[in-house]
């Protein structure tokens, strides 16, 4: 079942175009690895997607144009966690992941029911930050502060989570457990993840399918291991991406044979 | 920290709302003759109760005719700039942002400084000049400033707005230099007013004010958990399901609203809208729903104590009132910025 068809999809800022003619289409229980280098586009087309800039073409969510959601109702559906916050006030991390909620109460005088407070319990507890949610989001390292905001996306709710590299500041421990914890997410009923991702064997890993870009365009798409052929990696980095991988790998493997 | 509940209490309401009155009574009572404060209090009791006022009073007339309306129009203003100080610093996630970074209180003030200079009046209402003609250009000034901003950024992002009010201002204050240069009879009363002042407040301008400030505090009030999801960012705030652009305006008009209205009666009071909703957090959180309820009680005493300095420092001298709290609220700025910056490292 297609969750999400993107047709055709540009992005220009002034005279620059940041994407050119993006076609991809996301399925049900579908993790799509966006993946390719430095100025490919990867983070435009989040937020292209998440309506946070102008576009052309078409984006239809559930075979409906996605311009059409109002924004609770796009909240409801669509989550979104960028690749870098920055906070200005002492909120507490319970307060900014209760926030997540806004979706689901329309008015200022409606009460949090109880289905919001155990989502927020069960998204705060899921990103292990029950013990934190007293603190203020002012004295959190920049992985905590990953994780609150993870954890409001997952309190949101959505059914499509969109993440713009989401292991950025965490440490080992936390991008397993992280990346663990969205593959068990995926596998309820029409969910999907779209997430930019810089390491490949992280997208290899995790992911079901996969769009390569580069400067704008798609080099490929599809199934991830037809997509992290040779071929395209080498085309779109320029490099030997296969040779490069074994490099770093055979370090870990002579430390294991001394 | 100790996490505050969501919403503004009952008692704290009742606890700010007597911290309030008191500083009321004090400043009523204070000045070149004093009235005991029991004489205050059954005044302003007999009066709202349409009581007759005891003979035994010696100066009633010192209460109700001059400083109550006075001090109620201090209250008042000081509510609405800090309120509107709280919902700027919230929408725009600066904290160094306050009702007059939009640029309104510039664009009202010169439409005053216009009609004291040329001496504009309306017709059967003379006293009115000023005030309609600041309430005109403050509203004049919204349209210039969202109409530059919309032109520039059709998502009226936050830094377009700052740089277009900060742009706006000078450019307002050049203007009024100007007409200050062209007018050299009115330099004194135009001087005095842009540094605001408070004297000779009536009755009726503290009707418009609260009627005022009943309607826009509302329409700010309701967007308490919107403005939460601003101060955490306009990003973010997007993704969660807010309405951006909508509550953007709605802010935007209703703070413009306010500030001219302010202004108009009661002329530039700088630094009340800035300091007084830092103070604020300090006590009871960043959350809006809390904040802003706080922010109201905060800015009147503020300004209340801040025109009985005015009033009384070098009596029977009057400081403009705008004067007294940019003094005070320079040096309260300087220590609450390095005292959270020192927390933050």
Known sequence: MKLLEVENLSVRYGTTTILKNVDFSVDENNWLMVVGPNGAGKTTLINAVSQYIGYTGRIRYLGRDIKTYKPRELAQNLGVLSQSYSVNYPFTVGEVVRLGRYAYTPGIFSRKSGEDEEKVRSALELTGLTELADRSVLTLSGGELQRTFLAQVLAQDPKILMLDEPTNHLDLVYQKQILELIRRWLCGEKRAVISVVHDLSLAKAYGTHSLLLDRGSAVAQGEIDEVFSPVHLDKAYSVDVYAWMDDMLSQWRGREEL | ?345
């Open chain 2, 1 to 345: 920290m100790k996490q505050k509940g969501e919403s503004f209490l009952l008692w704290e309401y009742a606890v700010f709302a007597v911290a309030m009155f008191a500083v009321l009574v004090l400043c009523v009572s204070v000045g070149s003759v004093s009235v005991p404060f029991g004489d205050t209090v059954t005044v302003i009791w007999n009066t709202i109760f349409g009581l007759p006022i005891p003979g035994e009073i010696s100066s009633p007339a010192v209460i109700y005719a001059s400083r109550l309306p006075r001090v109620i129009c201090v209250a008042l203003v000081g509510a609405s700039l800090s309120l509107c100080g709280g919902a700027m610093q919230g929408l725009l996630k600066n904290p160094l942002a306050d009702g007059s970074t939009l640029g309104v209180s510039s664009g009202a003030s010169l439409g005053a400084v216009i009609a004291i200079a040329f001496g504009i009046t309306v017709p059967s209402l003379p006293f009115a000049g000023t005030i309609v003609m600041a309430m005109l250009f403050a509203f004049l000034s919204l349209m210039i400033i969202l109409s530059l901003a919309y032109k520039l950024d059709y998502s009226l992002s936050t830094n377009t707005i700052i740089l277009i009010g900060v742009i706006y201002s000078m450019f307002v204050s050049s203007i009024m230099s100007l007409i200050i240069t062209f007018a050299p009879d009115k330099v004194r009363h135009i001087t005095f007013w842009t540094m605001g002042s408070l004297s000779g407040s009536s009755y009726r301008n503290a009707a418009l004010l609260f009627v005022t400030l009943i309607i826009c505090g509302a329409v700010i009030l309701s967007q308490s958990r919107e403005l939460n999801a601003f101060a955490i960012g306009e990003e973010n705030a997007m993704h969660i399901g807010v309405n951006v652009r909508r509550v953007k305006l709605v802010i935007l008009i209703t703070v413009s609203a306010l500030i001219g209205v302010c202004v108009s009666i009661g002329g530039t009071i700088g630094f009340v809208g800035l300091v007084t909703p830092h103070i604020v957090r300090m006590l009871v959180g960043p959350n809006h729903r809390r904040l802003l309820p706080a922010s109201l009680f905060g800015g009147a005493i503020f300004l209340m104590l801040a025109d009985l300095v005015a009033r009384t420092l070098l009596n029977p001298l009057e400081l403009p009132i705008g004067v007294v709290t940019s003094l005070i609220g320079a040096v309260l700025f300087v220590i609450i910025f390095y005292k959270t910056r020192s927390a933050r490292r």
